[in-house]
């Protein structure tokens, strides 16, 4: 092999091993989630036996799993025991608030695998390969899975959200929360103020969970639910604020324009749409997790993206909006884009 | 999310996400070299239209996926236009001789992907959950697939194996290649030296494969086949030198020293075994490459794994070789044992 880059870096084909077998680290978090293997070692005190016992699972197999989740930076090992890095103890332990695990059930849904085995003809045809609309296909089932297993991850963005979005505000507003989900952003506005109402928008099936965290979060009473499509129902209002948090993205800018203008005509004079958004750099290409989620638009969808921010504000502007302000959220992937109406 | 580690830096929960999404970047390879994709890079201009009009794909699909490349790694974009890094260049163009993408068809293969859809079994049971011996089943034909795909991979460790066992040795000499596949091993060894004469020894189908690269290498003269099993065939020999590469990680301890024993018992005085591996560290966890093949052997066959240097020092010695060596090969993954019969 030669020895140099023009760099002076040695020359090897290690990133293209990884990403060849990438998959596998995949396949191993998950394993690992199914197998409690963060829980075990979490309580410690992290020697094989006791984490395969926990697992009810083989020491070879338990040995060569969690040294593979170790190269994968998943946990440590130090003098033949497992422990957590700071990230596994936070995000994977479910002793921890802030775990993560249950998204597992969401991103391994075959709805969302099965594209990935048909990547070619995905970018050949420039579309899903899943039936209809993909996944916003009306009354998609993933989508109660996704209310019910992503909250953790989005749970974060809310507080930061609801702070943006309320700007100190403390007297009655209205607020309606679109493809709300879980509900934890309409929530959160709602915990923040005391005296904010909100609507959320989604299919039935998702709305009951969003209702059963607005029952959990103590804000039930001040929370309505509006059931159907949010191209196809009647939003009500006007409202003092719309929520549009991880939506946009499924669909072309066109659709992304007609629905924006039917959201600024649900506003009152001097309301607020706030959309929730993977917002990759003009390059495309940065930072990592906004840029790499194009591609699960491209596997899921007939014609979503990851959109820039240029993308956005013009679709703001198209639909009427001004004053068109990106608040991307520290230590995450998002971004919040705030348009006035 | 709190806002720092115990190190200072800011607990985010990437790696996580990387994981969880990392079968992507598998997928994403495959369709770029299903495509065509790096070809089209290479010949430039590397603008998004005629990148697309290579692949015969949509513009949408395959604008998203070279930006999945570059945030993999395996692309560079500047000015909108994509374009090689030295990796991509050197590793992934179909122009390049040392191109390793028919690695993907080894790879792809259901058996070797299926029993990362049931890790968490094959974790409990300890084993893989394909039928029989997994991948070691006799006459399994993922060997040729093997023989034919994987050789770019191998190619660039056969100069160094041929240096280390032939110490400059120009006289006759006869070699025994134990699981030859594409036969490079062997081949390298009779180019080095052209009084040696080299017997490979596979499944006969496999050894079809090695038999046209020797052709190729125009070593054909000197190249004899020896089809069959290594546990059941008889070796003949003498021989000077005895090759075992990427072999004994398929087995157990003590099918390995069973294996050795016969192995020494075909070494003529003075001579040696030459064991290509993938040698882990004795923490098991490092470097990345080697400590990851555990995980293929875990999920592959019933009791094989990435031995450690130790490990395989005790092996040959319960053998009966001594002056056991390591080399490992600059640059590459694999390392090579060297043990005196």
Redesign the interface.
């Given at each position: 092999?030669?020895?140099d880059?023009?760099?002076g870096a040695?020359?090897?084909?290690?990133?293209?091993?990884?990403?060849?077998?990438?998959?596998?680290?995949?396949?191993?978090?998950?394993?690992a989630i199914?197998?409690d293997i963060f829980r075990a070692v979490g309580q410690g005190p992290g020697d094989l036996a006791s984490i395969a016992s926990h697992?009810?699972?083989?020491?070879?197999?338990?040995?060569?799993?969690c040294?593979?989740l170790?190269?994968?930076?998943?946990l440590e090992?130090a003098d033949g025991r497992y422990r957590h890095?700071?990230?596994?103890a936070?995000?994977?332990d479910p002793a921890s608030p802030?775990c993560?695990a249950s998204?597992?059930h969401f991103?391994s849904l075959p709805t969302l695998?099965e594209p990935?085995?048909h990547?070619?003809d995905?970018?050949?045809?420039?579309?899903t390969v899943l039936p209809g609309e993909g996944t916003v296909e009306p009354d998609n089932p993933i989508w109660v899975t996704f209310a019910q297993s992503m909250a953790p991850?989005m749970a974060?963005l809310a507080g930061p959200l609801g702070q943006i979005v309320l700007q100190g505000e403390t007297g009655p507003m209205r607020v309606l929360d679109i493809a709300c989900g879980h509900g934890l952003f309409g929530i959160e506005v709602a915990k923040q103020n005391p005296q904010a109402h909100v609507t959320g928008l989604d299919w039935l099936p998702v709305l009951r969970v969003a209702i059963e965290n607005a029952r959990k979060a103590g804000v039930q009473d001040r929370y309505d639910m509006l059931p159907g499509s949010a191209f196809d129902v009647q939003f009500g209002g006007p409202y003092d604020a719309i929520l549009l948090t991880n939506f946009l993205h499924h669909f072309d800018i066109d659709t992304c324009v007609t629905l924006l203008k039917k959201v600024r005509a649900s506003i009152k004079p001097g309301g607020c749409a706030a959309t929730l958004e993977f917002v990759p750099n003009e390059?495309?290409?940065?930072p990592?997790?906004p840029?790499?989620f194009?591609?699960?638009?491209?596997t899921s969808t007939v014609?979503g993206?990851a959109y820039t921010f240029k993308e956005l504000a013009q679709m703001h502007t198209k639909a009427g909006f001004h004053d068109i302000v990106a608040h991307p959220i520290p230590?995450?992937?998002h971004t919040i884009v705030m348009a006035q109406a």
């Amino acid at each position: 092999m030669p020895s140099d880059t023009g760099s002076g870096a040695a020359l090897t084909p290690t990133i293209v091993f990884e990403n060849l077998q990438a998959h596998q680290r995949t396949a191993a978090l998950k394993a690992a989630i199914e197998l409690d293997i963060f829980r075990a070692v979490g309580q410690g005190p992290g020697d094989l036996a006791s984490i395969a016992s926990h697992a009810k699972a083989s020491e070879r197999g338990t040995r060569i799993l969690c040294d593979f989740l170790v190269v994968n930076g998943l946990l440590e090992k130090a003098d033949g025991r497992y422990r957590h890095t700071p990230s596994s103890a936070a995000f994977l332990d479910p002793a921890s608030p802030m775990c993560l695990a249950s998204m597992m059930h969401f991103l391994s849904l075959p709805t969302l695998r099965e594209p990935f085995e048909h990547l070619a003809d995905v970018v050949r045809n420039g579309r899903t390969v899943l039936p209809g609309e993909g996944t916003v296909e009306p009354d998609n089932p993933i989508w109660v899975t996704f209310a019910q297993s992503m909250a953790p991850m989005m749970a974060p963005l809310a507080g930061p959200l609801g702070q943006i979005v309320l700007q100190g505000e403390t007297g009655p507003m209205r607020v309606l929360d679109i493809a709300c989900g879980h509900g934890l952003f309409g929530i959160e506005v709602a915990k923040q103020n005391p005296q904010a109402h909100v609507t959320g928008l989604d299919w039935l099936p998702v709305l009951r969970v969003a209702i059963e965290n607005a029952r959990k979060a103590g804000v039930q009473d001040r929370y309505d639910m509006l059931p159907g499509s949010a191209f196809d129902v009647q939003f009500g209002g006007p409202y003092d604020a719309i929520l549009l948090t991880n939506f946009l993205h499924h669909f072309d800018i066109d659709t992304c324009v007609t629905l924006l203008k039917k959201v600024r005509a649900s506003i009152k004079p001097g309301g607020c749409a706030a959309t929730l958004e993977f917002v990759p750099n003009e390059d495309r290409v940065s930072p990592p997790m906004p840029a790499a989620f194009a591609m699960t638009m491209l596997t899921s969808t007939v014609a979503g993206d990851a959109y820039t921010f240029k993308e956005l504000a013009q679709m703001h502007t198209k639909a009427g909006f001004h004053d068109i302000v990106a608040h991307p959220i520290p230590q995450s992937p998002h971004t919040i884009v705030m348009a006035q109406a």
